[in-house]
Nanobody
Framework: QVQLVETGGGLVQTGGSLRLSCAASGRTFSMYAMGWFRQAPGKEREFVAGIRWSAGITFYADSVKERFTISKDNTKNTMYLQMNSLKPEDTAVYSC???????????????????WGQGTQVTVSS
């Protein structure tokens, strides 16, 4: 089993920045990829960004490209999401996820991931 814990959410004004962290523990030897998803009230969960753990290859949703940056620290088994130029439409619960299976280089669907964190609220005020 893998446990994921997100930190770093909060309230920020439009144009501000936040950095989310996701720390993985447990069976972390089988980390193929990790990703960030978000879910706004009344909306479906959507993919935000992903990173292939060994290769460090990153991929993003079009809505956050040029504003968000996903990164990782292998020594800490921790993934980050640096969010800049935040907009009110970025308001959501952000969750991190881990894929332990190989075979999908750019996993963007929630069913592509095996483990989930509890989520952290990000609120952007206008």
């Amino acid at each position: 089993q893998v446990q994921l814990v997100e930190t770093g959410g909060g309230l920020v004004q439009t144009g501000g920045s936040l950095r989310l962290s996701c720390a993985a523990s447990g069976r972390t030897f089988s980390m193929y990829a990790m990703g960030w998803f978000r879910q706004a009230p009344g909306k479906e969960r959507e993919f935000v960004a992903g990173i292939r753990w060994s290769a460090g290859i990153t991929f993003y949703a079009d809505s956050v490209k040029e504003r968000f940056t996903i990164s990782k620290d292998n020594t800490k088994n921790t993934m980050y999401l640096q969010m800049n130029s935040l907009k009110p439409e970025d308001t959501a619960v952000y969750s991190c996820a881990l894929r332990s299976r190989g075979g999908k280089p750019y996993a963007r669907g929630e069913f592509d991931y095996d483990y989930w964190g509890q989520g952290t609220q990000v609120t952007v005020s206008s």
